[in-house]
């Protein structure tokens, strides 16, 4: 059994930053292929990044450049650095084991 807890959502103004944590538990290695979604009201699931067992990171054309995916292994945390904030950022966030496990998902709100 794997639990994704996602945390550090909020309420940010345009050009804001905000940093994402994801607290991984239970039967999976410090190091899996993790990455993180985004759900707009309204809207479908969206992938927003990965990041591979090497470190190695691939963004979605609309966070690149602003949006940085981490990891601490020993700790079994992914993160995402969000940076220059737009409204249209706005989402439900969750983190992804593919391809089955999935946090709950953490609210992130940017106002214009």
Known sequence: QV???E????????????????????????IVVMAWFRQAPGK?????????????????????GRFTISRDSAKKTLYLQMTSLKPEDTAVY?????????????QVTVSA
Request: charged fraction near 10%.
């Open 44 to 64: 479908q699931r969206e992938w927003v990044g990965t990041i591979g067992t090497s470190g190695d990171t691939n963004y979605a054309d609309s966070v690149k």
């Open 7 to 30: 945390s550090g959502g909020g309420l940010v103004q345009a050009g804001g930053s905000l940093r994402l944590s994801c607290a991984a538990s239970g039967s999976i290695p410090g």
């Open 94 to 106: 969750y983190c992804n084991v593919p391809p089955y496990h999935w946090g709950q998902g953490t």
């Open 3 to 5: 639990q994704l807890v």
